[in-house]
């Protein structure tokens, strides 16, 4: 009788821990979810706080404008050289009455290669020293599959702001 008595204490006592650990499983599972979310959420704010670098810079701008915004693309690269997939491409369109556009991507540099990388600051710098500010840019973006942008257009109309200005004045 004690003996029996004794397995029953001995089965409660296994059944008890056995229901503390699922316990103990529910609770944590149900906490990893969350953190995995607050995860998820913080992964997204970064990535809009990356593009908040760039996205005020959307639609008509001003030559100082898109010059800023270069200056900000050069340190970018500098920042992250070696993340690619931070470092957007660039493309530069001039149109010209009657020709057909001049396209000048600049890649940035895959792995975070030296000369890459720094091809790709020098062809950003030459193409800020060429921004005029009396000229009006537009800019478009696409962004990559995370969110963050992968391409940055840069449009530039000086033949169309001239015809603008001419039209005008002779109204």
Known sequence: MENASKALIIAGAILLSILIIAIG???????????N????????????GFNSNFTSYIGKSTGSNVSNMLTRL???ANTYADEPT???CVQVDQINAGKTSVKTPVEPATGGAEKGQQDYIDA??????????????YITMSYQANGLIDYISIGYEKEMANSETAHRKTK
């Open 25 to 35: 499983m529910a609770i944590y599972s149900s906490s990893q979810s969350a953190i």
């Open 124 to 137: 950003l710098t030459a193409m800020k020293n060429k921004v005029e500010n009396k000229h009006t840019y």
């Open 74 to 76: 050069i340190a970018n």
């Open 37 to 48: 979310d607050s995860l998820t959420d913080f992964s997204t704010q970064q990535v809009e």
């Open 86 to 88: 931070k470092i957007p």
